[in-house]
């Protein structure tokens, strides 16, 4: 059973914490992507990568940076947690080139910054 | 122009009964219309997809429509179950990004 395992499933952070989120697929997908999401604002992106050490600014990539350093892992990392972060990150992959663009999500790590 | 807009935002249906979900776009360079499912505690699901060369596709009990000429695409659930409660989000994509999604729906069906 192909998977995105998002390392952690509740983590609660203080303000001003440098915050790792980790992400892995097993799937060899090239393309693999940050979004957050809120109620009633759906998922927002905030960060993607196609390959390895490559990465692309979503919508909201302000207060986020990531890293991937290899093919199946990738880490949105929060540089100065604030509330304003307290979320749902959803983790994601996708095979390149595959005129199937479907998504496979890992089960979210829900946030909270206090 | 980058926005997929879907209503509505919650929907209540009786079992058995048909639930309906639309969603507006204005970017003529979408090119993928998939929707997604996403039960409490879990990430969302690929459901069913559609590209914009055909106007309708059909899985089991869910269809998508799609008006290419009014940029309009739904999602069509017949005979509604309890055990399709979920949050649905509909998204589109231009060739060498990445999803764009909705807002989601939220949909009860009452038994």
């Known amino acids: 059973d192909v998977k995105v395992t998002q390392s952690s499933r509740y983590l609660v952070k203080r303000t001003g914490e440098k915050v790792f989120l980790e992400c892995v697929q097993d799937?060899?997908?090239?393309?693999m992507f940050w979004y957050r999401q809120d109620p009633g604002l759906g998922l927002r992106l905030i960060y993607f990568?196609?390959?390895?050490?490559?990465?692309e600014k979503g919508d909201i990539p302000e207060g986020y940076s990531v890293s991937r350093e290899k093919k199946e892992r990738f880490s949105l990392i929060l540089e100065s947690a604030s509330t304003n972060q307290t979320s749902m990150y959803l983790c994601?992959?996708?095979?390149?080139?595959?005129?199937?663009?479907?998504?496979?999500f890992g089960s979210g790590t829900r946030l909270t910054v206090v | 122009q980058q926005q997929v807009k879907q209503s509505p935002q919650s929907l209540i249906v009786q079992k058995g009964g048909i639930s309906i979900i639309n969603c507006a776009y204005e970017?003529?360079?979408?090119?993928?219309f998939p929707w997604y499912q996403q039960f409490p505690g879990k990430g969302p699901a690929l459901l069913i997809a559609?590209?914009?060369?055909?106007s309708e596709k059909k899985e089991g009990r869910f269809t998508i429509s799609f008006n290419k000429s009014a940029k309009q695409f739904s999602l069509h659930i017949m005979d509604s179950q309890p055990g399709d409660s979920a949050t649905y989000f509909c998204?589109?994509?231009?060739?060498?990004?990445?999803?764009?999604f909705g807002k989601g729906t939220t949909l009860s069906v009452s038994s």
């Open positions: 799937m060899d997908h090239e393309n």
């Open positions: 998204a589109a994509n231009i060739p060498g990004t990445a999803l764009i």
């Open positions: 990568s196609y390959d390895v050490k490559m990465k």
């Open positions: 559609i590209r914009p060369d055909v």
């Open positions: 994601a992959s996708s095979q390149s080139g595959s005129l199937n663009y479907g998504y496979t």
């Open positions: 970017n003529t360079a979408f090119d993928y």
